[in-house]
């Protein structure tokens, strides 16, 4: 059973459309952190929020901390090819991190 | 910059073998772990250790152990690789986590084939 469940898994859109990647769990996280990882690479932070409710933005990335700490959701406006990659939120408790599965996203031009 | 160092990107064992994947880290951090990394089930954690010589269990522990003798050094080692142990394994380290949410920096990690 996995501890923080990401939806969708796959996602392909257009140039120019909007979406929304969902990370949600039943346990609270002290924070919630976003990955982005390319291919044959480590993933890299994107962005970490601590307080529920927070909103965090990142050009054309929105992230947001549920008010319960238990849920995050990414935001991403106009994509572009360039945002291709695979997503992971990971939620800390204690000193682990614990992941999503990812969602592959693909950005058609 | 911070590197989180690994020492074998693509290795290729025979079923019994035994494997040994290391990792450094320049960053003076507490934290070092090991995950592995498979389609469909995101980033699992093997062990990771917060201090020299201390370790704790992950969620995937069976079939492997660790070592942390010095603290920017952290080995994963696989005692008798199996075919269902082909992955990749991802190094990571960190300061010690706080409620500001301390990043975890990730190693580009190493592709092991159990043949």
């Known amino acids: 059973t996995q501890l923080l469940e990401q939806s969708p898994q796959f996602l392909s859109i257009q140039e120019g459309e909007n979406l929304t990647v969902y990370c949600n769990s039943s346990?609270?996280?002290?924070?919630l952190q976003w990955y982005r990882q390319e291919p044959g690479e480590g993933p890299v932070l994107l962005v970490t929020?601590?307080?529920?409710?927070e909103v965090k933005k990142l050009k054309r990335l929105t992230f947001q901390f549920g008010d319960a700490r238990k849920d995050s959701s990414l935001h991403i406006t106009a994509a572009q090819p360039g945002d291709t990659g695979l997503y992971l939120c990971a939620g800390a408790q204690g000193q682990k991190l614990v992941f999503g599965q990812g969602t592959r996203l693909t950005i058609n031009p | 910059d911070v590197k989180v160092t690994q020492s074998s990107r693509y290795l290729v064992k025979r079923t019994g073998e035994k494997v040994f994947l290391e990792c450094v880290q320049d960053m003076d951090h507490e934290n070092m772990f090991w995950y592995r990394q498979d389609p469909g089930l995101g980033l699992r954690l093997i062990y990771f250790?917060?201090?020299?010589?201390?370790?704790e269990k992950g969620d995937i522990p069976e079939g492997y152990s660790v070592s942390r003798e010095k603290k920017e050094r952290f080995s994963l080692i696989l005692e008798s690789a199996s075919t269902n142990q082909t992955s990749m394994y991802l190094c990571?380290?960190?300061?010690?986590?706080?409620?500001?949410?301390?990043?975890?920096?990730f190693g580009e990690g190493s592709w092991l084939t159990v043949v």
């Open positions: 346990s609270v996280f002290s924070s």
């Open positions: 250790s917060y201090d020299v010589k201390m370790k």
């Open positions: 929020v601590v307080t529920g409710g």
């Open positions: 990571a380290s960190s300061w010690i986590l706080g409620t500001t949410g301390n990043t975890i920096y």
